[in-house]
């Protein structure tokens, strides 16, 4: 009975309903639930009696998902016969008609209270048997039906009684037969006047119902307009109107109550209890499992040069166009940054939508949960999410590729994963960078060339359509618009802006942009104020389409409508597109392992499958062995080592500003006072500084060495410019202890103060420092002597060499300051005025000109090597002197007091070592290590430094599959849990 009631019902809402009148009531668009399709067309052209019936659970239909309505089948024996029968039956047409009307009242109530009730009885009925798992379900999920009492429920469900109670008085349209065949009779115009029935037809496309045939909506409409022309009917007909309507929104607000319980019911089942589910291990959501795909694709290939066909809803649109608010429409919080006019979206932001008992967000990298309950937590998630996209621009840009993963939780949440990309820009401003415009557009093209991406393209309705630049981005992207969702936001700004509304209606249907979609939305995303709840937004957008003439006059459909309607669509293609790629990715990964495999057997057939991370964690235990082995250098070898370089290093200071300017004087009381004053200046200005320049020089020079010496037996070349990298810049942050400095000159200056020699030995190696010294200086002063003079006759004769002009002139002032010198053998270290003329006008009697600063210039290294002949000899006399030194020289005419100054050097230059080696061993050697320690931390967490440290074609070739094989284990997983999941 019931479903002949209902196919009733339906061939009256297709004869009575016009097509192209709006809805004159204001009837709730987000209370117009789904489930009416279920309760009124539930076995509608359902004339096989061996076909099964339709699923009963509710489903959302949006634009994309309506299916064609089937052509009204003719009835058999039509002809001149029926026609017969039509003209000369009117009575009977007439009763039909009215039999039609009292269908539509008892069929929507009676059929709508038991669908209602059979609905939640085959929802109980779809609840699992966990009789078969008592040992692992907590007890609190058996006692689900104590805590929630279900024949409460079911016996609120009205019966039939009830639903007679709320039927309109049949009694009074019985008394108004008369005045509605009148109406039939005097032709009055239903289409013009008739409005209430209008009320079906936006209750079917709210379901989903596909819309009438406008043939037979004009047809339906003409015979109307011939029957109904007395105006003053219309009251009559509108209180009719009103009775059908106040019976649907009763029904209506059953069902959503029902609804609403029923989600509070799997909000409790999803909940964690303390001590029962949360102590498993929960499996992760389908969703999830999806979105790790992604981040681990993003990783892998930030640049998209890979065939990265998964799909994902790629959010575009013109810079404040309203992009953002869509998103946390969809997502049900405020969560990202807002600004008034500025660029906010510096950076791609991959949102992840799932749901959950409990409304949060977290970071992909982070443990926190942001409550998004809380509007604490709600500002401190705008504020980390403006960092981390101000931190991933680099320094001179604008925007960034760099993708920010975020994902959202809650309930009620679409299950879907977008991704808001920064909104395309017309023009650069101040402040931005040159290219800020073809970065952006280059972002874009990235993410919306995967040809299974879900475009969301976002049009500010309040200003001109002809100043968007996003839709021909979009349009050459998706030229047939196969991938494409169109959305207009701002729709109550531009009814209330606009001069002719029907512009906005060419723009949902496709007619104004050269760009093709697969639907077309419009929503309102609020009043403009930051600080507005997404509920207040949702009153709001609901409140404006009940009351905006552009769904009243027809301008645009139910199911076009709201960001909830929008939010299913976008759902819906997301999964569609999912399960027709996600296989066909898995194959292509598949075969992509199968060649890297090969390509690694090939060619590297011995050698482990170490990635960066891998061999960077290598690397870095090899360089902390080296430092630690500078800890084994034994003393000895650090104070030569120190005693050698710092000897090097004050070596010329000591010759030639302290002993060669003391040694000009004759008398021995005058020597040791200069040797003592320049001692002392020498200790107090500059021989510390330059005793921990040695030290740090020698602690480098042996960290390198180890460095470039290890012999370990897993050595590999691959690691030599990371740790010159880490060699580099430990040096440079270590810091040598100036506390050191003032200890070391106090020590310094006793070492040199200290005149006595004790025994023969430090006497013998005093002469013999003093003769390697003056032996070393000696040397090079006759090589510097031959380069002035140039090749001797032996030379010239051999080899076939020739003097030049300067070292024969040279070569002629040698000769004859030669034998002034050997005229006065204790000649001063300066040549007079006179003597420099004396020997210019010699040189000139046998022509050759020659300069006075070059003779000088010759004197000085002539007369340098005479002394360092006359020291050495005299050291020589010196080394049976010691017995004469215990007597202070007494009673000799040997004096040795350069002995002593060079015993006093070596002594300095011995505890120098001494204490600089200690400090060392003790202190700079640990520090270094702790620096070593923090560079290759720091190293370790900057990925850009070390992909370009540890660079080749093998590292990139283990790099790439390790991601291959996570991302094929992770889309094989995903596929497995989507097939459980059908």
């Not at 007439?94 to 929802?123: F, H, M, P, Q």
């Not at 660029?343 to 990298?365: I, Q």
């Not at 040797?675 to 030290?695: F, G, M, R, S, Y």
């Amino acid at each position: 009975m019931l479903r002949v009631g209902s196919s009733v019902v339906c061939m009256a809402c297709r004869n009575l309903v016009p097509t192209r009148k709006g809805v004159r009531c204001r009837v709730p668009l987000q209370k117009l639930h789904p489930l009416y399709r279920a309760i009124h067309h539930r076995y509608y052209g359902n004339t096989n009696s061996q076909r099964p019936p339709h699923h009963t659970s509710a489903r959302y239909f949006t634009s994309m998902s309506r299916l064609p309505m089937r052509p009204p089948k003719p009835h058999p024996g039509s002809g001149v016969r029926s026609y017969q029968q039509k003209r000369h039956f009117w009575v009977a047409r007439l009763a039909t008609r009215l039999l039609k009307l009292r269908y539509i009242l008892l069929g929507s109530a009676v059929g709508g209270g038991y669908t209602a009730k059979k609905t939640y009885d085959e929802w109980k009925d779809m609840l699992p048997d966990f009789s078969e798992y008592n040992w692992v379900i907590p007890d609190f999920v058996w006692e689900l039906s104590e805590q929630i009492d279900l024949d409460k429920l079911a016996k609120a469900l009205p019966e039939m009684e009830e639903v007679a109670k709320l039927l309109p008085d049949f009694e009074k349209i019985g008394e108004n037969f008369t005045f509605i065949k009148s109406l039939l009779s005097s032709g009055v115009s239903l289409g013009s006047e008739v409005k209430g029935a209008s009320g079906l037809l936006l209750l079917l496309e709210t379901s989903g119902e596909a819309p009438l045939k406008a043939t037979d909506a004009s047809s339906a409409a003409s015979q109307n307009d011939s029957q109904y022309k007395k105006s003053s009917d219309k009251e009559k007909l509108d209180q009719l109107q009103e009775d059908l309507l106040r019976t649907q929104l009763k029904y209506q607000r059953m069902l959503e109550r029902l609804e609403k319980e029923n989600k509070e019911l799997r909000k409790v089942v999803l909940q964690k209890d303390d001590k029962g589910i949360h102590q498993r291990k929960v499996k992760k959501s389908l969703i999830d499992l999806y979105s790790e795909v992604l981040d681990i694709l993003s990783d892998y290939d930030a640049n998209y040069n890979t065939q990265d066909h998964l799909p994902r809803v790629v959010v575009v649109g013109d810079q404040s166009a309203g992009k953002t608010s869509v998103l946390e429409m969809i997502a049900q919080a405020r969560i990202f940054p807002r600004g008034s006019g500025e660029m906010m979206t510096r950076s791609p932001v991959k949102v992840t939508l799932s749901e959950g008992p409990h409304h949060v967000a977290l970071f992909k990298d982070s443990g926190r949960e942001f409550d998004l309950t809380k509007e604490e937590d709600l500002a401190a998630l705008r504020h980390e999410i403006e960092l981390r996209m101000r931190k991933s621009v680099k320094e001179g840009q604008t925007v960034s590729c760099e993708t920010i993963s975020l994902s959202v939780k809650g309930p009620g949440i679409q299950r879907m994963v977008l991704v808001d990309l920064p909104g395309v820009i017309s023009t650069v401003t101040t402040g931005m960078a040159s290219d800020t415009k073809e970065t952006i557009f280059s972002i874009s093209k990235a993410y919306m060339q995967n040809p299974n991406a879900i475009i969301l393209c976002i049009q500010d309705g309040s200003v001109d359509a002809e100043r968007s630049i996003v839709t021909d981005l979009v349009s050459q992207m998706d030229p047939h618009g196969k991938r494409t969702i169109f959305v207009l936001t701002k729709v109550d700004l531009a009814e209330k802006n606009l001069a002719s509304p029907s512009r906005i209606q060419q723009i949902v249907e496709g007619k104004l942009f050269p760009m093709k979609a697969l639907g077309y939305f419009a929503v309102v995303t609020g009043k403009g104020s930051s600080g507005e709840s997404i509920d207040s937004i949702k009153d709001y957008e609901e409140d404006f389409f009940q009351n905006s003439r552009l769904l009243r006059d027809g301008m645009l459909k139910a199911h076009q409508v709201t960001t909830k309607n929008l939010s299913l669509a976008v759902s819906d293609c997301f999964w569609k597109m999912v399960r027709e790629s996600v296989e066909q990715q898995a194959d292509v990964f598949k075969a992509s392992r199968f060649n890297l495999e090969t390509e690694w057997k090939n060619n590297y057939p011995r050698l482990r499958e170490l990635d960066r991370n891998e061999l960077y964690e290598k690397a870095k235990n090899e360089i902390l062995d080296e430092v630690i082995s500078l800890s084994q250098v034994t003393p000895q070898h650090w104070e030569a080592i120190l005693q050698k370089k710092l000897w090097e290093r004050v070596s010329t200071h000591v010759i030639e500003n302290i002993y060669l300017p003391a040694a000009q004087t004759m008398d021995s009381g005058t020597f040791n006072t200069t040797i003592d004053i320049k001692l002392k200046q020498w200790t107090d200005k500059q021989l510390p500084h330059k005793a921990l320049e040695v030290a740090w020089e020698t602690l480098q020079e042996e960290f390198a060495r180890f460095m470039a010496e290890y012999k370990g037996k897993d050595q590999d070349d691959i690691f030599d410019k990371l740790k010159e990298a880490v060699k580099d810049e430990s040096i440079k942050r270590h810091k040598w202890n100036e506390r050191a400095m003032d200890s070391l000159r106090v020590i310094q200056h006793n070492a040199l103060e200290d005149r006595s020699i004790t025994d023969k030995p430090q006497w013998d190696a005093a002469i013999q420092f003093m003769e390697q010294t003056l032996q070393s200086r000696l040397k090079d002063t006759e090589a510097v002597i031959k380069d002035m003079v140039g090749p001797d006759w032996k030379e010239r004769w051999m080899n076939w060499k020739n003097r030049t002009p300067d070292q024969h002139v040279r070569n002629e002032t040698k000769a004859e300051l030669e034998r002034l010198l050997k005229l006065h053998d204790e000649h001063t270290a300066y040549l007079a005025n006179d003597e420099v003329t004396t020997v210019r006008k010699n040189l000139e009697g046998r022509a050759v000109e020659v300069d006075p600063v070059l003779i000088k210039d010759t004197w000085h290294q002539l007369y340098r090597r005479h002394f360092l002949q006359k020291a050495l000899s005299h050291c020589n006399l010196c080394k049976r002197g010691f017995y004469y030194y215990q007597r202070h020289f007494v009673d000799s005419e040997l004096e040795c007091n350069d002995v002593v100054l060079f015993w006093r050097i070596q002594r300095m230059l011995v505890i120098t070592a001494n204490t600089l080696r200690q400090q060392l061993t003790n202190t700079e050697v640990r520090r270094l290590e702790k620096n070593v320690k923090e560079v290759l931390d720091d190293f370790g967490e900057d990925m850009e430094r070390k992909s370009q440290l540890i660079t080749g074609r093998r590292v990139q070739l283990a790099e790439d599959l390790k991601k291959v094989r996570e991302i094929q284990e992770k889309l094989e997983a995903f596929i497995e849990a989507l097939h459980k999941e059908k």
